[in-house]
Nanobody, 121 residues
Framework: QVQLVESGGGLVQSGGSLKLSCAAS????????MGWYRQAPGKQRELVAS??????DYADSVKGRFTISRDNAANTVYLQMNSLKPEDTAVYYC????????????????WGQGTQVTVSS
């Protein structure tokens, strides 16, 4: 079993900051990548940012405002969100590609339960 537990969402005014955290636990041999997605009401889930051992990628809409980081020892990924805008309002989901054993042929795709981020204007 693998669990992803998110924290850090909330209500913030436009221009403010929030930091999301997501900790992975359970039967983990190797975490290949971790990332954050978001889904606003009436819209499809979209990738916000992802990080592997070598690089980070961001959606164009958050470049320069959001920073993703990863603590490998703690199996935790963070999303520092600055200069928040009302259009950033969404449920944010943590995602991880995890290889549970050394002999696994493909990684599993795991999701957190989601955390609400609301930015007021």
């Amino acid at each position: 079993q693998v669990q992803l537990v998110e924290s850090g969402g909330g209500l913030v005014q436009s221009g403010g900051s929030l930091k999301l955290s997501c900790a992975a636990s359970g039967s983990i041999w190797k975490i290949i990548s971790m990332g954050w997605y978001r889904q606003a009401p009436g819209k499809q889930r979209e990738l916000v940012a992802s990080v592997t051992s070598g690089s980070a990628d961001y959606a164009d809409s958050v470049k320069g405002r959001f920073t993703i980081s990863r603590d490998n020892a703690a199996n935790t990924v963070y999303l520092q969100m600055n200069s928040l805008k009302p259009e950033d309002t969404a449920v944010y989901y943590c995602n991880a590609l995890i290889q549970r054993t050394w002999y696994a042929t493909s990684p599993g795709d795991y999701w957190g339960q989601g955390t609400q981020v609301t930015v007021s204007s």
